[in-house]
């Protein structure tokens, strides 16, 4: 008996979907600290309360990170009047403190040796500056990274606490590093500080993690693995290969590679990337022997114009191409080939409420060069749909501390496409971020939103749990629709609400359980079964 072939694949069947973008940056807890040796305020002479003179004049030597208007409030109301030189003292104290305030922490101010004559006194700013900068462990090339990052600092006169952290923070985001930095007083050069540098690197890293998150058209479960070489070269460069298998293995298979490195001392960050996927889905598919491969590469680049500890705002630029081949019954079925140029711009907030706030939009474009798919094209995953598309997107994230032990994890997103896309490109609901209660990917549309808000309880429990618990439930919202659609834009919407438990069983190795029910709108049976997930992974 013939079978009959679909005019589509079902959403959750349809290959190239899991090529998703990087997660929002986030601040990191390891980030660099900087230790600045503490210093005496200006010593007031003994006797200094009982001396005094009138003031004629407050001359100030050295100050450049200041004008002399700026400066002026701490003494202009002495002028004239009799003043004890203790005061005068405390006005150069006053001067200092501005300074720190202003980031300056290594600048100093002296009052040096004279005799006040005609009223007139002076002191002196020796504004900080960074003499030398000794990178005290062998790390091997990356060293030259760090050295080129943190070079800028050196003879800045004077030099802020901002530029150092900003400076660290670089260097921190270099592969498998941990840098901190002392600052010790200069033996040879008058106001400088030698910048003592301590770094560590984890030169391999990885993820092995094991879970039941994968479509059903991929079988039961799936493995994931990513081993990454970190900054083994001048550039901090990072080399990754990871794989995910199904289970049964002959389901679906993926092998990506990934390079990076800082190509630039203010921290422009390049990156290459390349992937290879195969997928024959099951359950009713599987007499239709459909059989799917997916090959994308991608070129990046991002550019921090902010980097420090409260907050950061990244620019992204990318290109990727992608080609989708997918058959049935051993005859061509779809044909999708993508040229996708990207630009982004992220955000992140650290506030005095206990909260991180994160946001990202990115600007999609289609290119119709070279091989692009074209409308109308009787192999497009899509009838009306070509690789000539724009899109926006648009993530939001929000981490609340409430109590020592309560917090709340907000999300949201969003994606608008002006043209029709192709399926990869479309927004899709189902799986561990938005609509946790159905199967990976089980709606999409060209257009969509997702809401999802965790409430998260981390009890203390060193006798049951010593490595750290955490309690959760949640609840999340979307819907996606096509731009073809009709008049009324039917929609499809998808909620779903749970709750599970994670566990940190050892220090690397961490475990967690998930029970989800979810909705769905329009349908005969809104509700779906409940589903139970967990994930196990390990880290090295």
Known sequence: MAQTVPSKLPSGAEAGRDLSQPGIPMPADTAGSISVPGSAAVEVPKGAEQASFVLRSFVIEGATAFSADELAPFYQDMLGKTITVADAFQAAANIELKYRNAGYVISRVVVP????????????VIEGFISDIVVQEDVGPVSAAIKRLLSPLI??????????????????????????ATLKPSENATGGSEMLVEA???????????DNRNSPYSGNAEGLGLVQFNSFGSHGDQLGIQTQLSSPIERSFSISANYQGMYSEDGLMLGLSSSYGRSRPGKELDALDVNSVVMAERAIATYPLIRSRLQNLRLSGEYEYRAIDTDVLDNPFNRDRIHIARAGISYDLTDSFQGI?????????GLGIFNATEKGDPLASRAD??????????DLTRVQQVTQTVSLLATASGQYAVDPLLASEEMALGGANYGRGFDNN????????????????????????????QFYSFVDTGQVWNIDDNVSHERTSASSFGGGIRINILENLFASAEVAKGFRKPTSDSSTKPQAFFTLSAKF
Request: proline share 5%; net charge negative; charged share 25%.
């Open 442 to 469: 089980e709606f999409s549309g060209d257009d969509g939103w997702a809401t999802s808000l965790e409430v998260r309880y981390s009890p203390d429990m060193p006798e049951v749990f010593p490595n750290g618990v």
């Open 155 to 180: 003879g800045k006169t004077p030099v802020t606490v901002d530029e150092m952290e900003r400076r660290l923070l670089l260097a921190n985001d270099l592969a498998g590093m941990t840098v901190r």
């Open 200 to 210: 560590d690197r984890d030169a391999v890293s990885g993820t092995v993690s094991f």
């Open 357 to 365: 706030t994160a946001v990202r939009a990115t600007i999609h474009r």
């Open 113 to 124: 040796p004279q005799e006040v004559t005609d009223g007139v006194f002076k002191v002196r």
């Open 385 to 394: 749909a070509s690789g000539s598309f724009t899109k926006g997107t648009i």
